[in-house]
């Protein structure tokens, strides 16, 4: 499965992308995440669907320093196109 998550909330500045890529790598998932220009944080992200349910939990959780005000998830089929996962921009 692919998702794609915009999350939105102090997001930016808080160590949100790392979090984001070590708890994507930790559960062998695929894709990157980036800071948006309008303050938000897109992830992009594939992988078995228990797993991103279980990624996109802790996205709402977010590091310390984060406060999540909104989550907007995207589902999709698999398409396969990463390697890794990243962080972008």
């Known amino acids: 499965m692919r998702v794609e998550v915009t999350l939105t909330g102090r997001v930016q500045g808080v160590?949100?992308?790392?979090?984001?890529?070590?708890?994507?790598?930790?559960?062998?998932?695929?894709?990157?995440?980036?800071?948006?220009?309008d303050g938000a944080v897109e992830v992009v992200a594939e992988g078995e669907r228990y797993k991103l349910e279980r990624f996109i939990a802790l996205l709402?959780?977010?590091?310390?320093?984060?406060?999540?005000?909104?989550?907007?998830?995207?589902?999709?089929?698999y398409r396969g196109e990463f390697a890794s996962f990243g962080v972008r921009g």
């Open 15 to 37: 160590g949100f992308r790392g979090f984001a890529q070590r708890h994507a790598m930790s559960l062998g998932l695929r894709g990157w995440v980036r800071n948006r220009y």
């Open 60 to 77: 709402r959780e977010g590091p310390p320093w984060a406060r999540v005000d909104d989550v907007e998830v995207r589902w999709s089929e």
